[in-house]
């Protein structure tokens, strides 16, 4: 599975950025769809993930009630819309798969990584 992420830019505190995350070579309709990220000096941070199903959605504690995500299995990507941006997310966002667990894509081991994208948010 290739992963591509796309959709980052820099944007006023309190405004929103839609990412994408569209998915190549084998199908990605089963597997776990998630997002992570690193900001400046920081370690690396779980955003949010979604069930194969996309009945299901997780999300990091500082995120929550903000970021939402979504996957459109017919275009085989997976989107995070994130609302009311502040500073502290100012980091580069990857993509991550994984045909198995939640919880290896929360954990920070998907089996695979998209290239990051980055997210400025100027206050």
């Known amino acids: 599975v290739q992963l591509q992420a796309s959709g980052g830019g820099l944007v006023e505190a309190g405004g929103s950025l839609r990412l994408s995350c569209a998915a190549s070579?084998?199908?990605?309709?089963?597997?776990?769809m998630g997002w992570l990220r690193q900001g400046p000096g920081k370690e690396r941070e779980f955003v949010a993930a979604?069930?194969?199903?996309?009945?299901?959605?997780y999300y990091g504690d500082s995120v929550k009630g903000r970021f939402t995500i979504s996957r459109d299995d017919a275009k085989n990507t997976v989107y995070l819309h994130m609302n009311s941006l502040n500073a502290e997310d100012t980091a580069v966002y990857y993509c991550?798969?994984?045909?198995?667990?939640?919880?290896?894509?929360?954990?920070?081991?998907?089996?695979?990584w998209g290239q990051g994208t980055q997210v400025t948010v100027s206050s």
């Open positions: 070579g084998r199908t990605s309709s089963n597997y776990v």
């Open positions: 991550a798969a994984d045909s198995g667990r939640v919880g290896r894509v929360m954990s920070g081991l998907p089996e695979y």
């Open positions: 979604i069930s194969w199903s996309g009945v299901r959605t």
